[in-house]
Nanobody, 118 residues
Framework: QVQLVESGGGLVQPGGSLRLSCAAS????????MSWYRQAPGKQRELVAT???????NYVDSVRGRFTISRDNAKNTVYLQMNSLKPEDTAVYYC????????????WGQGTQVTVSS
């Protein structure tokens, strides 16, 4: 059992930065693939960034070069550094974990609101 709690969202101006954190109640070892998703009102939930157990990262094209996903397994925490924020980045951001060695289903956080506006 792993519970995920996101934090760090808020209101920022266009061009600003935010750092989201996803804290896990249990250990997130190299067996976990961690991702950030986002969902704007009336829109589908979108995969934003993923960091695999091998450290490979992937990003949706719209955030590549602006966002950075990272993880600190010792702190059981995943981060999403968001720079050069745009109004279209406004969404609820969710952390998701998936264990690869055994099936447990996906773990989801409750989400944190990011609003980019003047």
């Amino acid at each position: 059992q792993v519970q995920l709690v996101e934090s760090g969202g808020g209101l920022v101006q266009p061009g600003g930065s935010l750092r989201l954190s996803c804290a896990a109640s249990g250990s997130i070892s190299s067996a976990y693939v961690m991702s950030w998703y986002r969902q704007a009102p009336g829109k589908q939930r979108e995969l934003v960034a993923t960091i695999t157990s091998s450290g490979r990262t992937n990003y949706v094209d719209s955030v590549r070069g602006r966002f950075t996903i990272s993880r600190d397994n010792a702190k059981n925490t995943v981060y999403l550094q968001m720079n050069s924020l745009k109004p279209e980045d406004t969404a609820v951001y969710y952390c998701k974990g998936r264990r690869l060695d055994i099936y447990t289903g996906d773990y989801w956080g409750q989400g944190t609101q990011v609003t980019v506006s003047s």
